[in-house]
């Protein structure tokens, strides 16, 4: 089956910081979502995102389905963006979402 | 719409006692899926409905685990008898089938087997 690797595995940042978290993913994809984990355990969309750039104030997401990686942008971190950000795709001939290990972030103030 | 919902938002019982998790889907969404998230094992599928109808138990740890969709409107995962290698936090996930369309959480339920 596919498989879905993020780097990095864990990553600690200073407020105001800015990050770039990755997704690389072994076969072709019919879409691709990240969602972050808070620290109180729920999880929460942030892009729907098959190929492209989005953006949603600080975050933005870019994916290349066409070389297998997706990038998630954070800007100015803040606090509040600590938690662990999951990649998931759709493979081409799948059936569900196949998740990424995530990606553990902790801003510091 | 409120999202998809989950009851009861936290769980503690003893070993051997049955457990009962519920889930509504966001309305007009036709795909269910109940996983479950431990710190060793990370998201793990569970099940999957496909207009009320299970298509893929495979991540089903074993027999004491029971999933049912009686209607559009509300599935639950049942474990009986609990042992305590069942405490985790269990999700349940929505989405319209037909195609990769995009995928929603509940809050979890957070099942602790003393």
């Known amino acids: 089956g596919i498989q879905v690797e993020q780097s990095p595995p864990d990553l600690i940042l200073q407020e105001g910081a800015n990050s770039t978290l990755r997704c690389n993913f072994s076969d072709s994809v019919n879409n691709l979502q990240w969602f972050h984990q808070n620290p109180w355990g729920q999880l929460i969309n942030l892009f729907y995102?098959?190929?492209g750039t989005k953006q949603n104030g600080r975050l933005s997401a870019t994916t290349v389905a066409t070389e297998r990686y997706s990038l998630l942008y954070i800007s100015s971190s803040q606090t509040t963006d600590s938690g662990v950000y999951f990649c998931?795709?759709?493979?081409?001939?799948?059936?569900?979402?196949?998740f990424g290990p995530g990606t553990r972030l902790s801003v510091l103030p | 719409d409120a999202g998809v919902i989950q009851s009861p938002r936290h769980e503690v019982t003893e070993m051997g006692q049955e457990v009962t998790l519920r889930c509504k889907p966001i309305s007009g969404h036709n795909s269910l899926f109940w996983y479950r998230q431990t710190m060793m094992r990370g998201l793990e599928l569970l099940i999957y409905f496909n207009n009320n109808v299970p298509i893929d138990d495979s991540g089903m740890p074993e027999d004491r685990f029971s999933a049912k969709m009686p209607n559009a409107s509300f599935s639950t995962l049942k474990i009986q008898p609990s042992e305590p290698r069942d405490s985790a936090v269990y999700f349940c996930?929505?989405?319209?089938?037909?195609?990769?369309?995009?995928?929603?959480f509940g809050p979890g339920t957070r099942l602790t087997v003393l």
């Open positions: 996930a929505s989405r319209t089938s037909g195609g990769a369309n995009e995928q929603f």
């Open positions: 995102i098959p190929s």
């Open positions: 998931a795709v759709f493979p081409l001939d799948g059936q569900n979402f196949v």
